[in-house]
């Protein structure tokens, strides 16, 4: 499967962007996704993660209440809605994808070393 992330841009403190990742490839709807984020200077770093069945969600202490995980397995996009966006949230922005593991696996994957599909990132600033 490849991934394509979209969505990034200028923003200032407060505001909003939504995040794209479009996968290209059959059966992405078996398929796991994680937004990652990786600042300058700075390891890569989980963001939120949606299972493949999208039931399940996870989301890094940082974002959440302000990010929203989604998925369109009929548009095989996975989105990231980022509200009150903060300087902080600055980075370049990475969709990583895995093929789930067994048909039951529920598992939201976290980290980045779980993952075998990258997009090419998607870079968001936010001004103060």
């Known amino acids: 499967v490849q991934l394509q992330a979209s969505g990034g841009g200028l923003v200032q403190a407060g505001g909003s962007l939504r995040l794209s990742c479009a996968a290209s490839g059959s059966a992405f709807n078996f398929y796991h996704v994680g937004w990652f984020r990786q600042a300058p200077g700075k390891e890569r770093d989980f963001v939120a993660a949606?299972?493949?069945?999208?039931?399940?969600?996870n989301y890094a202490n940082s974002v959440k209440g302000r990010f929203t995980i989604s998925r369109d397995n009929a548009k095989n996009t996975v989105y990231l809605q980022m509200n009150v966006l903060k300087p902080e949230d600055t980075a370049i922005y990475y969709c990583?994808?895995?093929?789930?593991?067994?048909?039951?696996?529920?598992?939201?994957?976290?980290?980045?070393?779980?993952?075998?599909?990258w997009g090419q990132g998607t870079q968001v600033t936010v001004s103060s």
């Open positions: 949606v299972y493949w069945r999208a039931t399940n969600t």
């Open positions: 990583a994808a895995r093929l789930r593991s067994y048909p039951a696996d529920s598992t939201v994957y976290v980290t980045a070393d779980r993952y075998t599909y």
